[in-house]
């Protein structure tokens, strides 16, 4: 293990939508090289708002195979499913009893997602975040990529190792947050003040199964403003930056040469060639790779099995040690 280490994951609440790629796969597939990486489809985390068990079976497998499509060598990348290896619960408990009420009440995550689910407002949800910590914490983790919504339990998770540390000596690495300079945080086409969300209304999001045609709709509908000057602005023009920031990220080109591109254009072709961009760069080569490898289940069940198994092998030593320090019997 001379590389530094990755670790991510993606809850498989549904198909992704294009923030996810764009906010997190894209990048984890950039980093395969040079560094050691674990991308989980964390199950755990999905289960903290109810779902139906056979779409939660289905979802977990569509998301596996969407990792391996949006570029991911399972070969050289540990990929699989956090349940299969109970390290992350176990971890996750004894993180528990080193995070306190107070911390977790002020993630934004946990606010939001009450809001939404205030009918099951379960004790799941609030410790999500250590949950997540867990997951980080039990790899050694050096970096952790992940879009700009995230960055809030990146920092409690830092902070519960540097506590367990401060008592037990140096047992976890302090992890340090990957997040991309553009892309980060893909806003939703028809609220653009607030992000892209896979269990949002489908009209505001672009799902990675969407045809050509529901990505053009959807463009064509976007939210923008009254105004009709092509400007990046995020406070004035949200929609219209968000649209600046899609093309960018989806043509691989700097967000200034996506501003001169559509000058003195107007918001319905900035809208076409912001959809054309997405479906020719991003959805047709993720749908066709996703199609053949879907169709493996064979495949798919043998990577998910001997990542599980690579997995549990770095994660034991680290939670061992865990487990001798706080005073269990090993
Ligand atoms: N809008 C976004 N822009 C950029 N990055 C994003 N991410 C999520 N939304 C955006 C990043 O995608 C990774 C996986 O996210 P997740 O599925 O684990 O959970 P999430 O952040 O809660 O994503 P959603 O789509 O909003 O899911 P639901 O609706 O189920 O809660 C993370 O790195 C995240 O930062």
């Known amino acids: 293990m001379d590389k530094k280490i990755i670790f991510s994951g993606a809850q498989p609440t549904g198909y992704p939508q294009l923030g996810n790629y764009l906010g997190a796969f894209k990048n984890w597939s950039n980093l395969q090289e040079e560094y050691n990486c674990l991308y989980c489809v964390v199950d755990l985390h999905a289960i903290t708002v109810r779902q139906v ?3 939660l079976r289905k979802a977990s497998r569509n998301l596996l195979a969407l990792y391996i499509a949006c570029g991911l060598d399972p070969e050289k990348n540990i990929v699989y499913m956090q349940s299969h290896y109970s390290g992350h619960a176990e971890l996750a408990w004894i993180l528990n009893c080193f995070t306190y009420m107070g911390e977790l009440g002020r993630m934004t995550q946990f606010k939001d997602k009450s809001a939404k689910n205030e009918a099951n407002i379960n004790s799941g949800l609030f410790t999500y975040p250590v949950l997540m910590a867990a997951d980080i914490l039990l790899f050694g983790t050096h970096l952790v990529p992940v879009g700009e ?24 690495t ?7 300079k553009s892309g980060a945080k893909i806003m939703s086409l028809t609220h653009p003040e607030q992000k892209m969300s896979k269990s949002d209304d489908d009209n505001s999001q672009i799902n990675l199964m969407d045809s050509p045609e529901v990505v053009m709709r959807k463009f064509k509908r976007a939210v923008t403003d009254s105004d009709t000057e092509i400007r990046y602005d995020k406070e004035k023009k949200p929609g219209i930056s968000n649209l600046l920031e899609i093309y960018a990220n989806s043509c691989g080109i700097s967000l200034d040469s ?12 900035l809208k076409t060639e912001v959809g054309e961009a ?3 760069n991003v959805m047709q080569p993720i749908q066709t790779s996703f199609a053949d490898i879907s169709a493996n289940k064979d495949y798919l069940d043998g990577i998910m099995k001997k990542n599980a198994e690579k997995a549990a092998y770095i994660g034991e030593k680290i939670l061992k040690k865990v487990k001798k320090k706080v005073g269990f019997v090993v």
């Not at 501003?259 to 319905?268: R, S």
């Open 174 to 180: 302090v992890p340090e947050a990957y997040i991309a």
């Open 258 to 269: 996506a501003i001169a591109h559509f000058d003195g254009k107007n918001y319905g072709q």
């Open 278 to 280: 997405v479906v020719e």
């Open 149 to 172: 919504d995230q960055r809030q339990h990146l920092e409690l998770a830092r902070d519960v190792a540097i506590r367990f540390n401060n008592i037990y000596g140096d047992v976890f």
């Open 53 to 55: 068990p056979a779409d």
